[in-house]
T-cell receptor, first 114, second 115 residues
């Protein structure tokens, strides 16, 4: 089951820039997530939204700001990032019902902070 | 706390060989789900299988098979007659609930299938 898209696929930004990552799903899923995947570290859950309401904020620095305007779209606003924030940022979504425990992932945004 | 261990960091096999990826999990809960995901070089995590804690039946899907053993807290993944397209990082994961943060990924095993 595919259908989670992310833009841009690659992003290079300076430490003083402001940028946003976008995630979109038209699968009818009601939960959406942001994950961070760094080299040599396990996948880290950053934020969870369920029916547009943020239900988890996993101690993420305030320079990462999520936004979920509706159940199909999820944004991650970035400002004054650090080089250690360079990583693959993955968006995922989950359906309601019996398959709600399954995360379906997008292709990710490869972020490089200079 | 929940934990997933994938002791094999990297495995290399030659095409057509069988390969087993190990996954050991830890949880005190009696109800949980186990997963395998594949991450090819393109980056997207592809869902392969979900198994709930009450279903210990092994599963086969084409060249893929999964062996769930609660007695050893293991959920191993075997690829039969491997192909170059199987080259990827494979993640085992454990979930206690549906939407929350009790969803833990293992560190992954990088599989390289050589022609």
């Amino acid at each position: 089951e595919t259908g989670v898209t992310q833009t841009p696929r690659h992003l290079v930004m300076g430490m003083t820039n402001k940028k946003s990552l976008k995630c979109e799903q038209h699968l009818g899923h009601n939960a959406m997530y942001w994950y961070k995947q760094s080299a040599k570290k396990p996948l880290e859950l950053m934020f969870v939204y369920n029916f547009k309401e943020q239900t988890e904020n996993n101690s993420v620095p305030s320079r990462f700001s999520p936004e979920c305007p509706n159940s199909s779209h999820l944004f991650l606003h970035l400002h004054t990032l650090q080089p250690e924030d360079s990583a693959l940022y993955l968006c995922a979504s989950s359906p309601a019902g019996e398959r709600s425990s399954i995360r379906f992932f997008g292709p990710g945004t490869r972020l490089t902070v200079l | 706390a929940q934990k997933v261990t994938q002791a094999q960091t990297e495995i290399s096999v030659v095409e057509k060989e069988d390969v087993t990826l190990d996954c050991v999990y830890e949880t005190r809960d009696t109800t949980y789900y186990l997963f395998w995901y594949k991450q090819p070089p393109s980056g997207e995590l592809v869902f392969l299988i979900r198994r709930n804690s009450f279903d210990e039946q092994n599963e086969i899907s084409g060249r893929y098979s999964w062996n769930f053993q609660k007695s050893t807290s293991s959920f191993n993944f075997t690829i039969t007659a491997s192909q170059v397209v199987d080259s990827a990082v494979y993640f085992c994961a454990l979930s206690l609930d549906n939407y929350g943060q009790n969803f833990v990924f293992g560190p992954g095993t990088r599989l390289s299938v050589l022609p």
